[in-house]
């Protein structure tokens, strides 16, 4: 019983993520930069810094992809 119906997998969004919403946003860019995690989602656009928050159910559906920036480069080292 793997199908239940509309649900679907929940995404795993950490603060500092990109993201890419399948519509762009008004200024031209569909990448925002996440600032909130939670029952609600806070993002900002990377091109023109407009802030959004929205029901987490509603980010999943707009979201086309998530990328990592801390994965891609190493963690800052203190000596
Ligand atoms: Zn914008």
Do not use: Y
Request: glycine share 6%.
């Amino acid at each position: 019983m793997q199908n239940r119906g509309l649900m679907r997998e929940p995404a795993t969004i950490h603060l500092g993520d990109i993201v890419e919403m399948r519509k762009p946003h008004a200024c031209g860019t569909n990448r925002w930069t996440v600032l909130r995690t939670g029952a609600d989602i806070r993002i900002q656009c990377t091109q023109c810094g407009r802030a959004v928050l929205m029901p987490r159910t509603q980010f999943v559906r707009a979201l086309r992809t998530i990328s990592h920036p801390e994965a891609s480069a190493p963690p800052e080292q203190q000596p």
